[in-house]
């Protein structure tokens, strides 16, 4: 084992499985800068939110979903002055890089004659974040009920993701953030935000921590250093620096 | 003492056995599927009767009313499977010692892995075992646990003559010198006769007959169950003296004196001899000039009537009685008749070692 | 990922899934004899809990055993509030969550070679004066062992893939909880070519471990086969 | 969720059980058979790709499906253009998912019962006049029997719980793809008691379903039992 | 004609065995693990010898130079295993018509399931079978496979001894109407006598010596192999007449003549006589008054010298040779010469069914 990884983390951050990817860049340059080690468990939000409910010792939790934030806000399990709406993604509609589609997102919008046999790759509406604002938006445009038989329900984003990066579904609706990184896709269209709840991910520290080291780095995640990175990987950072204590 | 009384039904077959013998060696004997191997599982403790009893020597091994059962390891038996059963796993060495009884370096072991010509093996697997080869670690393994009773199911099957000479030898000093009980299955009357005093015959689950092999041999009712081949006589005489030259000994009975082949007892020792009848044979002269040694005078008795070419004749030689089996033939050309004056003439070289047993 | 943090997803893979093993066999050769021997009432009921693990989502079995060994749960709270012990986000939680996962297919693979041993063998060993535990030690493991050494393969390979679980229970964190399928799946979750070289090339580092795995069984069983 | 939904939901996960059993079976009694009898170069590197399903998290197993018998993949496509099957977002492909997954399972089994048959009797069946086909047919099966009873119970009870494979491949599409354990998955995922219900109702479907598998193969066992 | 000559190593133990017989029985003859299963084994192709050449009859089974080697399935062979072998999974029904070479409904499956004694058991499975059941299947599923070479590895171990007769005698039937030509495997001499011509004599992997069961019997260099209680000569004799009311038959041969107890054969069939040295008395004046039969002068030969007991003597009765068991005692006291006259007797009722073959 390595020094690093044998000394015990300063900071443990439980945080959705689609953000990995960013937050680990973020992760390398608080560590840089504050000398502090930092882990991160990524998972499913909901699993996380489970666990920290059966004592896990996170410090800090980074969701990609509103509604299991709120859960543990209920429950007291995280310091609710730290909670931050940190982050803000779009929703897309992709299609695989080499596809002829072009389609605008409009009322009374037809996907299901651009879907042909094929079907829309989504994550699953019934529990997925990216999922529920994909059924709100399709609903916006009053498209849901012609698709709604047709569609992949995918175990999550990355895994809808894949579905269309594969070819095996014509089209599917991601973050852009997912789309920006997978080169065998393209966005044919962006969903308007009116069309759906605001894609924000909610992060706080936990009422269990005892890590001096997780407001800071809470902090750190809207930083300018941090909005550098979260803006390359295609989020966009939504609240100020909060201010210390 | 052996007591031996239980009920079991498997499927079709219900086996009702009782006896009780104190024999130093008891045979089972019967046909294939008469229930031999069933009574040595219900002593040996490996299956358990619907009901009865069983004790050795007074310790009850079972009694299904008192609902006491002996577990088989506690039971101190020594059982040669009729399968072998030797443990896949272990090689013969580790097979041979299962029991921790007896140690590989006691003399004892030692000796009984010579005897058995198991010395060159110890160290193979079973399956790399031949069908003889097997059986002989079977009853070594057996032997070597040390038990206070033995159960032998056919354990010499597939044994040459030479071996199974040499492990009978074994069987008769353990008999003798250590005392160990033993009840034995055997097909071969020759071996029920060498070794066994006492006889069980079972037929269909049933004990047909049960008393000393002599008697129940003797039995001509029983003669389709023991073959009749074998009937014959046995004689208590006791060593005149030996005739160290021609390697013979001289026994005296108080019907006339035997020559047989040198047998290692000292005078004054009591043997019994087995008489086979099909080995007598009958003058009305005492005969001269003639290679048959032992030349008995004797009263014919009684002529067994019976179909056939052959008859047995019983004889009285002093207080002995002996058998002889002669054509009917003979017995016209001869005129016997019973109460006559006869002579029976018995070849020395017809009394082996398997027809002399220790009294 | 770096060659440590490769190392360290590897070793703590290797002493999650031996630990497993080591943690559930006992108890699974003993249920496994039960289970070829004896007949009782409620003996299918009984059989079905030991498959559980198979039968349900393993989600289910790491929130089920979250909510048992949790630190609050029933008999997490006990084991911490009398031994101190925490199992939870731990990578002894993480073994917990493997071995009851392979356990079924121990349990099965160690009943089904019980249930090929000639129980007249064991009654020889009886009657040479073994104690019904000798025959256990000297001759029914030592004959199972080919059941025992495939039931510690599947546990072991379960134990090396296993996700669901153990995510669920002990969460995914890197150097306490992070094994190897976990860091998989972190890869696969990443769009784009490189977290896929990645998570490809951590597969193929668990299929290198199985091949070792197997290997070492494949010499075990050959050096204490019993069947020509 | 109605009963209707219920009924759906339990039929297609029979459906999907059932049918990865006898999928899996023949290949499965193939090489379980080829393991348990022949030595050749490469053995434990072939035995490896037979228990890579357990040893790779069960979601990158639904990625390879994916990649493989997807509609663009080497062999989803031949089928497709060829024989106009598609199994991606099919209840069939979720069987083959379940069936890859149950696979190393159901060899490890069948080749344990294989290797515990006395080779002797297989010599015997032979100089009756058997050909080695026939030899396979009315000797090895039968008294491979346990293992495959065994195979399949746990192949099945497997394919109950099959999820990330099942998921990542086939989807999760109410009525086509959505199995028992999909179901169950969904239930988990959301937050709240009256969902969490749901998903302890769903396993208790679960179970009992296995219950009955287990029962049914206890009864086979039973009836066929060649070991006293 | 089956040519066998082979070579093999089994760990420690090498097998190189090589000979050819025409006869229709061919008995392997030889102590616990000096290679007779393997040789069966290498007949019946279950095992693969490192090289040699197996061939019956001019068809090659092997022949590993050639890199020939029939499937055991291709042999046509008929094999009763020395450990039973029975399928476990099939009841004995199934087990005995394994080989669907003959219905259940054929008067000769019926005949043979009758003789065996499997009527009652055709339902069970193996494992509820007695030993002795179990060896019975194994050779009626074996016969039943109507084979084309009979391999027989101790068949008769556990069976009682009116089944062994029985079998034997179905065996014997075998050989004379059927034709099958058969090798076996058997510790019993007696088993070998009564139903082989040829014999193959192993030690240690090799063959000691092979030809006619008779010659090698009457070998004295080879009696401790082949058990000296049981050293005989064999007459080829006719049948000269039958009296039935004695129910014996009086049989011709160039020394003489013979009464034996009764054999189904017409007057003019030839038959081979087995005189048992043990069963032959000498006397210089031939006895009167005596029940012993067969009186046949002849004239000493040749002492065997040896030490111990017993002595065998070798007389020439017309054409014929037999051999004399005495004591040395008698020898001694008989003054016996090679050279001089004397009688032999023979008891008739010693001549049973198992010393009469049919030639
Ligand atoms: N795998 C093996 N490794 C080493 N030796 C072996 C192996 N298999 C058999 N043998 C030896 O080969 C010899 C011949 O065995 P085989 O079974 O042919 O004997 P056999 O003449 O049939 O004896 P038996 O009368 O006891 O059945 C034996 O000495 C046996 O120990
Ligand atoms: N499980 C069973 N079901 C029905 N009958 C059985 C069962 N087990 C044994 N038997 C029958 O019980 C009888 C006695 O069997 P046992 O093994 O005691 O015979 P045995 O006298 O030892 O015969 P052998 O000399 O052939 O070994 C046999 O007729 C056998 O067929
Ligand atoms: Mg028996
Ligand atoms: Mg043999």
Request: with cysteine.
């Amino acid at each position: 084992l390595s020094v690093a990884s044998a000394q015990a983390a300063d900071v443990t951050v439980f945080a959705a499985a689609s953000l990995k990817e960013s937050l680990d860049a973020v992760v390398r340059e608080f560590e840089r800068q504050s000398s502090s080690k930092v882990v991160v468990s990524y998972a499913a939000s909901s699993a996380l939110a489970r666990q920290i409910e059966n004592g896990a010792p996170a410090d800090v939790f980074f969701s990609a979903d509103l509604e299991w934030m709120d859960y543990l806000t209920s429950k007291r399990l995280i310091v609710a002055s730290t909670r931050t709406s940190l982050l803000r993604n779009e929703l897309v509609l992709i299609a695989p890089t080499d596809s002829k589609l072009t389609i605008r997102i409009e009322p009374n919008l037809d996907l299901r004659s651009a879907l042909g046999e094929g079907r829309l790759a989504i994550a699953n509406p019934d529990m997925v974040p990216a999922g529920k604002y994909g059924k709100a938006a399709l609903t916006h445009y009053n498209a849901w009920s012609a698709v709604e038989q047709r569609l992949a329900r995918a175990e999550n984003v990355r895994a809808a993701l894949l579905l269309v990066a594969l070819g095996e579904a014509p089209l599917g609706i991601v973050y852009r953030t997912d789309a920006l990184a997978e080169p065998r896709v393209r966005v044919v269209a962006s969903f308007p935000p009116v069309s759906h709840p605001d894609i924000v991910y909610p992060a706080a520290v936990t009422s269990a921590s005892r890590s001096t080291r997780a407001k800071p780095f809470l902090d750190f995640l809207s930083t300018p250093a941090a909005a550098m990175i979260w803006t390359r990987y295609g989020f966009r950072v939504l609240a100020a620096p909060a201010s210390p204590r | 003492m052996l007591e031996v009384a239980i009920q079991h039904r498997l499927g079709a077959f219900a086996l009702d056995a009782t006896f009780v013998t104190t024999a130093r060696i008891t045979a089972l004997f019967g046909r294939s599927g008469c229930g031999k191997t069933s009574i040595l599982n219900a002593i040996a403790g490996v299956s358990r009767p619907q009901s009865g009893r069983i004790a050795l020597n007074g310790r009850v091994f079972l009694d299904v009313a008192q609902n006491v059962c002996l577990s088989p390891n506690v039971r101190d038996i020594g059982y040669v499977f009729q399968q072998g059963l030797l443990f896949p796993h272990l090689n013969v060495a580790d097979n041979l010692f299962f029991s921790k009884r007896l140690s590989e370096d006691t003399p004892q072991a030692r000796r009984l892995i010579e005897l058995l010509g198991l010395g060159a093996l110890l160290k193979r697997r079973p399956r790399d075992l031949s069908g003889g080869e097997t059986q002989r670690v079977a009853i070594g393994r057996a032997l070597l646990s040390n038990p206070s009773l033995l159960l032998l199911d056919e354990p010499l099957a597939s044994l040459d003559a030479q071996r199974k000479h040499e492990v009978l030898t074994h069987i008769e000093q353990l008999r003798d010198e250590v005392g160990i009980p033993i009840v034995m299955v055997s097909h071969s009357i020759d071996e029920v006769i060498r070794l066994a005093e006492h006889m069980v015959l079972l037929e269909d689950g049933r004990v047909k007959a049960a008393g000393a092999v002599d008697e129940l041999l003797a039995r001509l009712d029983l003669a389709p169950a023991t073959g009749r081949h074998e009937a014959g006589a046995v004689i208590d005489a006791e060593v005149a003296s030996h005739d160290v030259e021609h390697a013979v000994t001289l026994l005296r009975f108080d019907g006339g004196e035997l020559t047989i082949p040198r047998v290692v007892a000292s005078p004054g020792h009591r043997l019994r001899v087995r008489l086979r009848a099909r080995d007598v044979s009958l003058a009305l002269q005492r005969p001269v000039d003639i290679s048959i040694n032992n030349i008995l005078e004797g009263t014919l008795l009684e002529i067994r009537d019976e179909v056939g070419a052959i008859v047995d004749v019983s004889l009285r030689v002093g207080e002995a009685r002996i058998l002889a089996r002669v054509t009917r033939l003979s017995l016209g050309r001869l005129r016997l008749q019973p109460g006559q004056r006869v002579y029976a003439l018995v070849k020395a070289v017809s009394i082996d070692r398997h027809s002399v047993g220790y009294a | 990922m770096d060659n440590d943090a490769l190392l360290q997803i590897v070793g703590l893979s290797m002493k999650v899934a031996f630990c497993s093993v080591l943690l559930s066999l006992p108890l699974a050769m003993i249920i496994a004899y039960v289970l070829a021997r004896y007949d009782f009432p409620g003996k299918t009921i009984f059989d079905a809990i030991v498959h559980l693990p198979l039968v349900l989502p393993p989600v289910v079995i790491g929130f089920a055993l979250l909510l048992t060994l949790g630190r609050n749960g029933p008999i997490g709270s006990l084991l911490h509030d009398w031994f101190g012990i925490v199992v939870a986000f731990k990578w002894t939680g993480a073994a917990i969550a493997s071995a009851i996962m392979g356990f079924p297919l121990m349990v099965r693979a160690i009943r089904l070679s019980v249930m090929a041993i000639d129980r007249r063998i064991e009654h020889a060993a009886r009657t040479l004066g073994a104690s019904p535990l000798r025959v256990l030690v000297s001759v029914v493991l030592p004959l199972a062992l080919p059941g025992i050494i495939t039931g510690s393969v599947l546990s072991f390979a379960r134990s090396l893939g296993e996700f669901g679980a153990t995510i669920t229970f002990v969460s995914n964190i890197p150097g306490q909880t992070q094994t190897l399928p976990l860091a998989i799946y972190t890869a696969t979750q990443v769009p784009g070519d490189e977290a896929q070289i990645q998570a490809i090339w951590l597969s193929l580092v668990a299929v290198a471990l199985s091949v070792a795995a197997l290997a070492a069984s494949e010499w075990l069983s050959r050096r204490y086969n019993t069947n020509a």
